[in-house]
């Protein structure tokens, strides 16, 4: 459980980490709305308190219109049966607004390799560049060599370089230090924590944004 007098100060500061707002909405459930009010608070926090948060959190997110349905309907299917319920109670609450985001990305990425293919057709005058380029991809994946998981809480590389659970790759990034380079890599993570990423000086976590762009 977070401190009290730091999930008072977290939740009262406009740049505060949003890492650490999961953490309290998540171990300090009476501070649910304001960490769902704070603008630092992301939509797929603001979903899993709206679905999982107390009363009065909920109450709060329904009067800026954020509900459970707002965000693409209940995490949980109440109506499943008793194992899919189960299972479905296990896992954390997924992010729309990261899905969208990845699935922009992915048309991008198509456009680019598209308006690319006209320059196969170009004359050979072009090759020693491609060259060049194919040479150093061994390099940079070589600099990107999935790291060796070493946290007890069992979160793995591929779940970090893969996951759209915005509650996950927080957690991941706090509990799992030696797993940041991948989150780093993961298209689904949110702007505020690629940011984050970014102030830690870590030549390897540096090297997986370079490889974002």
């Known amino acids: 459980m977070v401190d009290y007098d730091a999930a008072v100060a977290a939740v009262q500061d406009p740049n505060a980490d949003p890492i650490l707002l999961a953490k309290i909405a998540y171990e300090n459930p009476e501070f649910g709305a304001n960490v769902a009010v704070n603008p630092r608070c992301y939509p797929g926090l603001k979903r899993w308190i709206a679905e999982f948060g107390d009363e009065r959190a909920r109450e709060t997110l329904a009067q800026y219109g954020f509900t459970a349905d707002a965000f693409g309907g209940p995490v949980q299917d109440q109506e499943a049966p008793e194992q899919a319920a189960q299972q479905a109670a296990e896992q954390q609450p997924a992010d729309a607004y990261a899905a969208d985001q990845y ?111």
């Open 103 to 213: 699935a922009a990305a992915q048309q991008t990425a198509a456009a680019q390799y598209n308006a690319a293919q006209p320059a196969a057709d170009q004359t050979a005058a072009a090759q020693p560049a491609a060259d060049q380029y194919a040479a150093q991809q061994p390099a940079a994946q070589a600099a990107f060599e999935e790291p060796v998981a070493t946290n007890p809480y069992g979160f793995t590389a591929e779940q970090a370089l893969t996951t759209t659970d915005q509650m996950q790759i927080a957690q991941i990034a706090q509990y799992a230090p030696e797993l940041r380079a991948c989150i780093a890599r993961n298209p689904n993570t949110y702007p505020a924590l690629i940011e984050w990423l970014g102030q830690l000086g870590d030549p390897a976590i540096n090297a997986a944004l370079a490889f974002r762009q």
